[in-house]
């Protein structure tokens, strides 16, 4: 394992996070930034054919009930040896990636690390600092990286729409809970430039892993989403010529950056939240699959999820990979046979835990928000 442990790294979570799978780190190389996302090596402690590892499969997700989680691995090792908390060495899988001023990536390093988090940060004072400049104490030798990282995330997001990447922006709702659990109020989710940064970076490391696997061609399992069914489209734009709005973009030829023009001709309307909302429903839904189809939503062209090993199966699934292949280096037959077969049951399976784990969280949204107007009747 490489010691990272000199290295300025810290974490950016919600304040009541306990499960942290990810870190990040950025220095510059003349005009390139280096960036470092640094994932909780939880495949290091949940082997296969273990009674642990038997049960994260079963389990396939972590869930996250209002103010519950149902974890996919036992908390001591989610919240504990596996998490990434503040002052302690913890081990890694690190991918490194060197990213010029266009948001493209040069070059990268996938390999075994183990740091130790300077700070874990929240959204709030990350949020202050990028777009309030309100230092929080304790942030001030971070402040000027924070801005830095920032910088290299509005690179990064520039790069992805400009080839497609569709972002819907929908409000998501938010309990506000008493020491009961009774809801007390229902609040908007903010989504600033902390949130934007982190997302961005997740999905620059998750690009990177797929299309190094990818490009070596050996069995691997990713997340994927098709292009939308093209008489659902119809529908959605029938729906809204009903409304009396006539649309220049043509629908004939679908591609995220049709899509992309879609709403953004949709964005001054006053109905525009219910339209997105509908388009997001025309699409087809992400699922995990063993061949690549690429991710329409997303306007890439091999993409996994590398990033939350400790609650969700698939990435846990990806570490072992990249272990098998980069860090063993085991490309014996039998073994790309063994993940040739497996991983199709596995894709399988997670895609219907995520389903399943999904609808309980919008079942207790449900009840919750009930919970809440029932004391405005």
């Known amino acids: 394992r490489r010691d990272l442990t000199d290295k300025m790294i810290f974490t950016i979570d919600g304040s009541h996070t306990k499960d942290i799978d990810d870190a990040i780190s950025l220095e510059m190389e003349g005009n390139l930034y280096v960036l470092g996302v640094h994932i909780a090596d939880v495949s290091n402690y949940v082997k296969e054919n273990t ?3 038997d049960t994260a ?11 519950t989680v149902i974890p996919m691995i036992p908390h001591k090792l989610s919240n504990g040896i596996c998490s990434l908390n503040e002052g302690v060495i913890r081990l890694t899988m ?63 997001r520039k790069e992805k729409e400009s080839r497609g990447y569709i972002d819907f922006d929908l409000d998501e ?8 659990g009774r809801a007390i109020d229902i609040v908007r989710r903010e989504r600033e430039d902390g949130e934007i940064l982190i997302e961005d970076f997740m999905i620059a490391a998750n690009e990177t892993v797929a299309s190094h696997i990818y490009n070596m061609d050996l069995p ?53 939240s219910i339209l997105s909302s509908m388009l997001l429903r025309s699409m087809k839904k992400a699922e995990y699959s063993k061949d690549n189809i ?74 919750k928000m009930a919970e809440y107007m029932e004391g405005h009747i």
């Open 220 to 272: 691997f399992i990713y997340r994927v989403h098709g292009t939308p069914n093209s008489e659902k489209i119809d529908d959605f734009v029938n729906l809204v010529k009903l409304l009396g709005y006539e649309l220049q973009t043509k629908v004939t030829d679908l591609t995220p950056i049709t899509m992309q023009k879609l709403l953004n001709e949709l964005a001054e309307k006053p109905e525009f």
């Open 51 to 53: 009674a642990l590892g």
């Open 57 to 67: 499969y079963e389990r396939g997700t972590s869930c996250y009930l209002a103010d």
């Open 294 to 367: 690429g991710h329409f939503g997303l306007g890439s062209k091999a993409y996994t999820h590398f990033t939350s090993p400790i609650r969700r199966f698939p990435d846990l699934t990806v570490h072992r990979l990249l272990k098998k292949y980069l860090v063993e280096n085991d490309l014996s037959m039998s073994t790309i046979s063994y993940y040739d077969n497996a991983l199709v049951e596995i894709a399988e399976h997670s895609s219907e835990k995520e389903v399943g784990s999904v609808n309980a969280e919008r079942d207790v949204m449900d009840m």
């Open 94 to 156: 690190s991918c490194v990636m060197k990213i010029n001023e266009r948001g493209k990536v040069v070059s990268y390093d996938i390999f075994p690390s183990f740091i130790k988090s300077r700070k874990k940060m929240t959204y709030e004072a990350v949020n202050d600092i990028l777009m309030r400049d309100i230092v929080a104490e304790g942030y001030e030798e971070f402040a000027s990286t924070l801005k830095k990282m920032n910088e290299l995330a509005h690179i990064l």
């Open 173 to 180: 709702a938010e309990v506000v809970q008493d020491e009961s």
